[in-house]
């Protein structure tokens, strides 16, 4: 019997997609154990080693904020930097983008709210005023030949505003983008959004172009709302290794995407990336036993548990 | 400010879905647990009360094969059958029929399998003699008026076979329909397949007049595949409260789609449903404490955490 090639052609979505690895910085600064430094080079390294070429590696805030990612100094000194490929790091504000400069970061992220009330408490900032304290950092960056990347939280809604006015977004993200930002990371901080809203709000922008997408799993929603993503034309996507950065109030709860469901979809809808599941897991399933916990990724869990492995189904 | 509304019209879906709950049945039969009578017959009452429409309630497995649910025939009796509300059973040869009409029982489901090598492990029969035994079953319960349903199982994959091939699905699912089936669920059993894989198989069969489709998340793979067969226009999607059915392997993996994931995706798409979301999670948190084991469903583990709620973010 003739067998039908397992990837089956998705009309009209891109060829091609980056995955954007966020594991060691959004991963994990959301998880309650923190990693000796020397493990965080090593997960750096494996990522890169499975064909990652973007890994945002550390942030940073603040270690008041964020104690789990004090250690962004020793890290970076750590972390072998390879040709190819990208090695981003979270900055706050100017003193975060000197320290970035000291260790020769080439590519910064800011973080932005799309939300007056997550401006107010996670920014100390009103929502105009964001842009006062970004505009030294990116033209500063930018000085420096840096790229600078924005993530825009809580596109979708928050928890105190509801929906998120899919205006108010554009209206945000038009202003980073004019201060010279590259591209700008839609982010569903709480996870609230469906797969209509996603569409509409690209659609908002005009279009794919220098948008990528940030899901959070909280409502079972990321991996349809990428699909959705991808059928609006992106080509770059976050997500964590294994979906490390779950919430606090379950253990088997997950915040981000994890990179191995996501991949899973991917490879079956045809859709390069580079990378290599099978290295993935492996590091997905290291890294569980650093953090006392089962990585929340279906992919990982199934694979692991020995079930049918993705080489049973496409060969 | 003006808020947009959260439903955003999502182009060419269908305006109203018919969610088929399995948990009875799919779910708890893969539960290690075995529920006691009263708390099932609760269970789908409380089920009926949310605003479902089908109900599998129960199966005429032998015990031997189906521990957890050898009490059928007192569940049937203890169930208060509501009008307007379908409670099929499954019936796997013509002694679970005769046992489902002393019942008055007034549907019926049969389990195919797609793929040789999972008929012969599954129903102990070859492909091609499964029809031989679904026949007089299928042939005496339309002449005594029910309604028959035929599941497909294995549709994307197996472990043993890898990929199906489509036609091969395709010619399985027309030889049921022939028989008098009114309806095929496509199952992806091990939850392999992937969203074009999905719009595949759905165009084979020529469009998605009498297809409803049936996902486990083993690789995290359901909802987006279910958007995928949204978008061909499939109106029928299997799931089972809060995620129940889940794989031996691991305490938060899960086999089914959970309901309240899916009536999240589709409530923000705007496609109606008549379910009431906080119905469903007030008894699936209820169903969680009586199976010892935290829901696998996403948005039960948010909104029973009291994160934000569908309200928040709805108003």
Same mark, same amino acid.
């Given at each position: 019997m003739t067998r039908e090639p397992y990837r089956v052609a998705a009309a009209g979505l891109p060829e091609r997609v980056t995955?954007?690895?966020?594991?060691?910085r959004d991963g994990l600064q959301n998880e309650s154990v923190v990693v000796p430094v020397e493990v965080k080079a090593e997960f750096v390294a494996r990522l890169a080693a499975a064909g990652h070429r973007v890994i945002e590696t550390t942030s940073f805030v603040h270690p008041k904020w964020v104690p789990q990612l004090a250690d962004a100094s020793e890290l970076l000194a750590a972390v072998e930097r390879l040709p190819g490929v990208r090695y981003p790091v979270l900055v706050p504000n100017e003193r975060g983008l000197d320290r970035a400069l000291e260790h020769g970061v080439q590519e910064i992220a800011i973080f932005a709210s799309a939300t007056e009330t997550f401006a107010n408490r996670n920014?100390?900032?009103t929502l105009e005023s964001q842009f006062t304290m970004f505009e030294p950092v990116v033209a500063r960056a930018l000085e420096h030949g840096l790229r600078v990347r924005a993530y825009v939280s809580m596109c979708f809604g928050d928890p105190w505003e509801g929906p998120t006015p899919v205006a108010q977004v554009v209206s945000v993200g038009r202003r980073l983008l004019d201060l010279g930002c590259y591209e700008l990371s839609l982010g569903d901080t709480v996870g609230v959004g469906t797969a209509g809203h996603v569409a509409a709000l690209i659609g908002a922008f !005009?279009?794919?172009?220098?948008l990528a997408v940030h899901f959070h799993d909280t409502y079972g929603q990321a991996l349809a709302n990428t699909l959705a993503a991808l059928r609006e034309g992106v080509t770059v996507v976050d997500a964590s290794t294994g979906g490390?950065?779950?919430?606090?109030?379950?253990?088997?709860?997950? !915040?981000n995407l994890a990179t191995e469901d996501l991949v899973w979809m991917l490879h079956g809808l045809g859709v390069e990336t580079g990378l290599d599941l099978r290295s993935l897991v492996e590091t997905s399933t290291w890294l569980a036993t650093e953090l006392g916990r089962p990585s929340p990724s279906r992919v990982v869990q199934a694979l692991a548990a020995g079930l049918t492995t993705e080489r049973d189904v496409k060969e």
């Open positions: 995955v954007y690895e966020v594991g060691p920014l100390n900032r !005009g279009g794919p172009e220098r490390i950065g779950g919430c606090p109030y379950a253990e088997s709860a997950t !915040g």
